[in-house]
């Protein structure tokens, strides 16, 4: 007589195979519950880090989109129709987990754009004084010292002596180096993300057109080149999309424009 088939003793290690089926489906079932958890407090993280860096936070209906509904609940399996719910119930949220992943994915990658355009716009956005030298002629409306006509005066002047160096107040690419009219020898750096630069009455050129510059490079010296100018000093302008901008608005104190050239001769 064969011992090995016996319905009895089949039926009994099937039933034990299941009880161990069942247990570790019941404790995939919590795992994936703590994992989910772990999830939603890291996609709440994320959203600060897109806070941080001036990106709208990601609604709770955009980081949920096609999840289809709430995440399953941990319960006690006592029938073969309640694992069958689980096994369903497991399959649906691997998927929704996936989704979740993709999302998240694609957050992350926009967070990781955002700081290198913050990293570049950092370096490029005009923040050191160009030349030492003093206050002149302030931003706006003044009567003009030649033309003897109230007119918008649209930049910043320094009075500064002949051949005193102008430094690049940030990363760019020089535009412009010739002569421009009433303000004589002129360059012109833009510096990217709508913002350039412009300094007038030059008495010489350290660059040329189309050189890329860093903040605190030597970009020029001083001078009282073109019809407009009364006597040695630095015209400078910063412009945003075309627009005329208070150049004393981007001029940190704090930033020493000596130590920054130093930085660069280093």
Known sequence: MDISINPNSQIRQLTSENEILKNKLIEVQKNLIVFSEKFDNLSETNNELRIVNNLEPLSIEDRNVGLGGAVFKSSDISTNSELNDLISSLDGFVESI??????????????????????????????????IGSYGDRFGMRLHPILKITRMHNGLDFIA??????????????????????????????HGFGYKTLYG????????????VNRGDLI?????????????????EVKHNGIALNPRNFIFDDVNIFEIAQLNKD
Do not use: C, M, W
Request: no cysteine; net charge positive; proline share 5%.
């Open 98 to 131: 996936e989704t979740k992943i993709k999302i998240e994915d694609k957050n992350y990658r926009q967070i990781h754009q955002k700081i290198e355009n913050n990293s570049k716009l950092f370096d490029a956005i005009p923040a050191i004084k160009p030349t």
């Open 161 to 190: 002596d002949y051949n005193t160096p102008v430094y690049a107040p940030g990363s760019g690419v020089i535009e412009f180096a010739e002569i421009k009219g009433g303000l004589g020898k002129t360059i012109v750096i833009n």
């Open 201 to 212: 009455h030059l008495n010489k050129f350290k660059v040329k057109e189309g050189q890329k």
């Open 220 to 236: 020029g010296l001083t001078g009282s080149s073109g019809s407009l100018s009364t006597g040695p000093h630095l015209h400078y």
